[in-house]
């Protein structure tokens, strides 16, 4: 069975610090992607980063990159230079490619900024 | 712009009542996905579709059902609505192509109260 887990409930971080934000990630499948949501208190979800199994290389986007560690199943979003506006939910989900796309989510980690 | 638009953004039924929460999208994009949101518990799958009229439990399916008609249509069904179904409910969609990473998209969410 897939699972996500984000063992981060709440954390800290100081403006313009670098902060890590972990997930791990349990599946028997080869082919895999994985994605980092953003969700201010707004509500909406907001599309980070993307990483798929077969990737050789951590994704990066601007301050978002992700450090993927296949053998050790995680997939850590790493948030370079912290604003005050990255204060939010952080989600990390999974999608697997067979059977239909489904994609589950881990339980979320809030991030707090501090000025 | 892409836009997935969910029916109401807040709802309030009584227990025992059937009650549809309804989402469209407009991007043609083959797979849907209903998601209820809890704080501490994330955001977990009910019920997908790749494909119209074709659905997959998701992880927490019971006590609700699907519908998927048309394309652009995905609705979820509380068949007989409870208080421990008070929730957030969202939905998604996402495209099944070649280039695999492409994210989802949600809708605003429902905020269900059952009384």
């Known amino acids: 069975a897939q699972k996500i887990t984000q063992t981060q409930p709440g954390m800290f971080v100081q403006e313009k610090e670098a902060v890590t934000l972990d997930c791990t990630y349990d599946?028997?499948?080869?082919?895999?992607?994985l994605f980092w949501y953003k969700q201010p208190s707004s509500g909406e979800m907001i599309f980070l980063i993307y990483?798929?199994?077969?990737?050789?290389q951590n994704a990066t986007e601007g301050r978002y990159s992700l450090n993927f560690q296949k053998a050790r199943k995680s997939a850590n979003l790493v948030i370079s230079a912290s604003q005050l506006g990255d204060s939010a939910m952080y989600f990390c989900a999974m999608r697997r490619y067979t059977g239909g796309f489904k994609t589950i989510f881990g339980a979320g980690t809030r991030l707090f900024v501090k000025a | 712009d892409v836009k997935v638009t969910q029916s109401s953004r807040y709802l309030v039924k009584r227990t025992g009542e059937k009650v549809f929460l309804e989402c469209v999208q407009d991007m043609d994009h083959e797979n849907m996905f209903w998601y209820r949101q809890d704080p501490g518990l994330g955001l977990r799958l009910i019920y997908f579709?790749?494909?119209?009229?074709?659905?997959e439990k998701g992880d927490i399916p019971e006590g609700y059902s699907v519908s998927r008609e048309k394309k652009e249509r995905f609705s979820l069904i509380l068949e007989s609505a409870s208080t421990n179904q008070t929730s957030m409910y969202l939905c998604?969609?996402?495209?099944?192509?070649?280039?695999?990473?492409?994210?989802?998209?949600f809708g605003d969410g429902t905020r269900l109260s059952i009384l």
């Open positions: 990483q798929g199994s077969y990737d050789e």
């Open positions: 579709s790749y494909d119209v009229k074709m659905k």
């Open positions: 998604a969609s996402s495209p099944t192509s070649t280039t695999s990473n492409q994210p989802q998209h």
């Open positions: 599946t028997s499948d080869q082919s895999y992607g």
